[in-house]
């Protein structure tokens, strides 16, 4: 059974850090593009970051450039996010995908386009 699940998510203060977790089994990431998402309440999915199934290219939304840090390590069949620098618009349920076919270096594409994903980690910022 092909599953991915996340892990790492908390509560954090603002201006506090987390690395989410991603990780895989029954089939292998190595030639899977990862996607992170988010959801906020009452709103849309929205695309975070991805990374090439080789880790060599990575994209960001504006929103988190600077702060979060995507990467993989394929031998763990795991990728990661590292958050930092968080802020009070920042919390939601973050989510883990995966697709062959997403091309990253020409963007984290809509969530439609990835064919698996995690159950999702929630991320909560407050003082």
């Known amino acids: 059974q092909l599953q991915l699940v996340e892990s790492g998510g908390g509560l954090v203060q603002p201006g506090g850090s987390l690395r989410l977790s991603c990780v895989a089994s029954?089939?292998?990431?190595?030639?899977?593009?990862i996607g992170w998402f988010r959801q906020a309440p009452g709103k849309e999915r929205a695309g975070v970051s991805c990374i090439s199934s080789t880790g060599g290219n990575t994209k960001y939304a504006e929103f988190v450039k600077g702060r979060f840090t995507v990467s993989r390590d394929n031998a763990k069949n795991t990728v990661y996010l590292q958050m930092n620098s968080l802020k009070p618009e920042d919390p939601g349920i973050y989510y883990c995908a995966a697709d062959r076919l997403v091309y990253c270096a020409g963007g984290i594409s809509i969530p439609y386009d990835y064919e698996y994903w995690g159950q999702g980690t929630q991320v909560t910022v407050s003082s």
């Open positions: 029954g089939f292998t990431l190595d030639y899977y593009t």
